[in-house]
């Protein structure tokens, strides 16, 4: 059984940087591409970022292209999002994900996911 643990949300202002971490336990992530998606109330889940576990190739939502930078380290069994320039628009629970599959498009579709946490909450005061 794979179990992600989310971690680093809070409560930040405009402009702020906020780093959340999710640790995978159950296997290892080595054969994991994994990812994070977002939703706010009222609004459909969305795409954040995603890391295809065959070279690491990454891929963006379109609201936090160049704001936000995903990442891995296999050895921790950890993924990353560095979120930077944070919007109150950036408000929302942000859900770890994994999943076997390896590439665009299937990376941006969450019905792909297998695996999901429980969710951190961001919020961005203006």
């Known amino acids: 059984q794979v179990h992600l643990a989310e971690s680093g949300g809070g409560v930040v202002q405009a402009g702020d940087s906020l780093r959340l971490s999710c640790v995978v336990s159950g296997r290892t992530m080595k054969r994991l591409s994994m990812g994070w998606f977002r939703q706010a109330p009222g609004k459909e889940r969305e795409l954040v970022a995603a890391?295809?576990?065959?070279?690491?190739?990454?891929i963006y939502g379109e609201a936090v292209q160049g704001r936000f930078t995903i990442s891995r380290d296999n050895d921790k069994n950890t993924q990353y999002l560095q979120m930077n320039d944070l919007k109150p628009e950036d408000t929302a629970v942000y859900y770890c994900v994994a999943t076997p599959y390896s590439s665009d498009p299937s990376l941006r579709d969450g019905s792909n996911f297998d695996f999901w946490g429980q969710g951190t909450q961001v919020t961005v005061s203006s």
């Open positions: 890391i295809s576990w065959i070279g690491e190739s990454t």
